[in-house]
């Protein structure tokens, strides 16, 4: 039997581009030992760590899906089981230690594609990162950049949930309308408006709590709009990840960190893994009853996972970006 995988073809330099990657058929064995099962990809996952993560050329690129099982000799995952894996970027994976999969989470009449989205890893990146990093509280000023996409949506929401001022950032008109639906008070294109004009609007009293998933030079920008003693979670970083692993070069602004005694905490959400079914049972609820929203940017064919996944950097994804098989 026939499976396809995508491999990193050659290193990445600067963004991700289409010469990048190739598509390579493999050999998989479909008889099954007892114990094992075979699953066929039907969500994967497109996210901006595997810029990072995967560099070596001939590597199959990493990442989630959501598959279903097609052939089992194992007890609890039978034929038409959805399970969750990190198979990588595959169409077939045959599965000989069953703790590598996972099964979805009980969702109803949601689709389980929310189990790489709203209600799996971003989600529960922005549930941790506001309420257990940030720890916000009524009345705070709330700002969160790449606001439009699978966790900072996402995280808008929480810290509105919780009382909170919110102010999101994103790169287009249309996606700050999606957040303004979704109840961010204010919702700013980063590409038209200046920090100065929009912190002016939105938090003249300054910023308690800043979300941050881009980095760069909007992390910095943002310092002088902290309060004294504001906290910062540091999420992520995309606009950096095409810079690969150089050290920067410019002043720290530890000077800036130091004179407003501000906190900043990263965070990665595997830390928190133990946790995620107790955190899962708070979130599926605010989905279900709609007090959380979500939108997905679905690509349909494994020929598109490569397109999916450098939308990313192009920002042409609204909420959490997924392929369907
Ligand atoms: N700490 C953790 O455990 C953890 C877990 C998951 C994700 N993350 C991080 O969280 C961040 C968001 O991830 P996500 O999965 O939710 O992605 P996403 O926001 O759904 O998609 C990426 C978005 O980033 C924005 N972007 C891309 N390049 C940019 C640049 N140079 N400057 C500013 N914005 C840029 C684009 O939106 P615009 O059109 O608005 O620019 C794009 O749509 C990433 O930094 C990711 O690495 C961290």
């Known amino acids: 039997m026939k499976g396809k995988k995508w491999i990193l073809d ?29 699953c066929e990809a039907v969500y994967l996952s497109v996210d901006p760590y595997m810029r990072v993560f995967v560099n070596d050329v001939k590597d ?11 052939q089992s000799k194992h007890p609890d995952f039978g034929v038409g089981s959805l399970v969750l894996g ?6 077939l994976t045959k599965v000989s230690d069953i703790s590598e999969i996972r099964p979805i989470p009980e969702l109803g009449e949601l689709s389980p594609s929310l ?10 990146t922005a549930y941790y990162g506001v309420l257990d990093v940030l720890k916000v509280k009524v009345g705070e000023t709330f700002v969160v950049t790449a606001a439009a996409g699978a966790v900072g949506s996402f995280a808008g929401q929480v810290a509105k949930l919780k009382g ?3 102010i999101g950032f994103a790169g287009s008109k249309e996606k700050c309308d999606l957040i303004k639906e979704y109840g961010f008070d204010y ?11 929009a912190m002016a609007t939105a938090a003249p009293e300054g910023v308690d709590c800043y979300f941050d998933n881009v980095g760069g030079t909007f992390t910095n920008d943002i310092l002088p709009f902290m309060k004294t003693k504001g906290r910062i979670a540091v999420c992520g970083s995309i606009s950096t990840y095409g810079m690969d692993h150089v050290q920067p070069t410019g002043r720290l602004p530890y000077y800036t960190i130091n004179q407003k005694t501000l906190t900043v905490q990263a965070f990665l959400v595997y830390h928190y893994f133990a946790k995620w079914p107790a955190a899962l049972n708070e979130m ?7 007090k959380i929203k979500y939108r997905e940017t679905i690509m349909h064919g494994f020929d598109k996972m490569v397109d999916a996944f450098i939308g990313l950097f192009k920002g042409t994804n609204i909420g959490k970006a997924v392929v369907k098989c």
């Open 10 to 38: 050659s290193k990445f330099e600067g963004e991700p581009s289409p010469r990048n990657f190739k598509l390579v058929e493999e050999d998989i064995d479909e008889n099954l030992n007892s114990g094992e099962v075979l």
């Open 60 to 70: 199959v690129m990493k990442g989630e899906q959501v598959a279903i099982v097609v």
């Open 86 to 91: 990190n198979f990588g970027w595959r169409s």
């Open 115 to 124: 189990a790489l989205g709203s209600l799996g890893m971003p989600g529960l």
């Open 164 to 166: 909170c001022k919110v």
């Open 187 to 197: 919702a700013f294109n980063y590409k038209e408006v200046t920090l100065q004009e």
């Open 284 to 290: 599926i609820p605010w989905v279900k009853e709609g």
